[in-house]
């Protein structure tokens, strides 16, 4: 019966002392745990998955404990990408299709990965490769699944993920599956309707023309849920870095966001 009394003696004796700011307890965040991988080995390239699948039937199973690592490049935080990864090493890049918004929170750029293949498949849109997952809506990897798909490595260093420098000339020339998917970085180049129209047309996506100096051109593809689709394209020429993906043949370049923008001259 007396412990109530005390407890209430007790509060009362620290109520002005924590108007005084005494009596409080100093909380500190428990250090964190850098990831570290330290499962099997990788055994695959990006470029040896992509030219065992390239050409096989959409959704094919992986059935091999294939083991890739890599660097993310490019996910959902703007909005221009949709429910979608990048993932590089040095021999090329990947899409990978995971049914879950907000991956950007989890899956940032530079973040070193290391995939485990088997029960993911090759699954074919616009007619080039990505891994995703047989069975499911849009052929995306379950959120439940994607865990045990992918382990960390490492803090995430943006600096990572550098950007390849080609021309329009170069991807037109370039053997196709080698560029689908890589971060690239052109210069000099421009929108055709610089200063005149915004990234998108309405609420839809939109495709804008940009040009070198030599009047050889490109689409840069722009969902109307980025959050810089309503955004004024710049004038004149400047540098632009994006995602090289490639649409039934047709080359595109996808802004990650306003960002990959650079060097234009300022309005």
Do not use: H
């Not at 088997?118 to 849109?125: E, F, P």
């Not at 370039?174 to 890589?182: D, L, N």
């Not at 004024?232 to 080359?251: A, C, E, F, K, M």
């Amino acid at each position: 019966m007396k412990r109530p009394v005390i407890r209430l003696l007790a509060l009362l004796t620290c109520a002005p002392m924590l108007m005084a700011g005494g009596c409080e307890k100093e909380w500190e965040m428990p250090p964190m745990r850098e990831p570290r991988y330290d499962g099997p080995a990788p055994n695959r390239t990006i470029a040896e998955v992509r030219a065992q699948y390239d050409t096989l039937s959409n959704r094919s199973l992986i059935a091999e404990d294939y083991i890739v690592r890599g660097i993310v490049t490019a996910n959902d935080a703007s909005g221009n990408l949709f429910k979608q990864l990048y993932v590089a090493d040095d021999t090329g890049a990947i899409a990978i299709g995971i049914d879950q918004s907000g991956l950007a929170a989890s899956n940032r750029v530079g973040q070193r990965v290391v995939l485990r293949l088997r029960g993911m498949a090759a699954v074919q849109w616009g007619g080039e490769m990505q891994l995703g997952w047989r069975g499911t809506y849009a052929n995306r990897i379950p959120w439940s699944m994607w865990g045990e798909c992918v382990s960390f490595d490492g803090w995430p260093d943006p600096t990572a993920a550098l950007p390849r420098e080609v021309t329009l000339p170069e991807i037109a020339l370039s053997e196709g599956a080698a560029m689908v998917g890589v971060l690239v970085e052109l210069r000099d180049v421009r929108f055709v309707m610089g200063g005149v129209a915004d990234f998108t047309e309405g609420a839809t996506a939109t495709s804008r023309v940009i040009a070198d100096r030599g009047g050889r051109t490109m689409e840069v593809r722009t969902s109307d849920y980025a959050d810089f689709a309503t955004e004024r394209l710049p004038s004149g020429y400047g540098t632009l870095v994006g995602i090289l993906t490639r649409y039934n043949d047709l080359w595109q370049l996808t802004l990650r966001d306003l960002g990959d923008v650079r060097d234009f001259p300022q309005p």
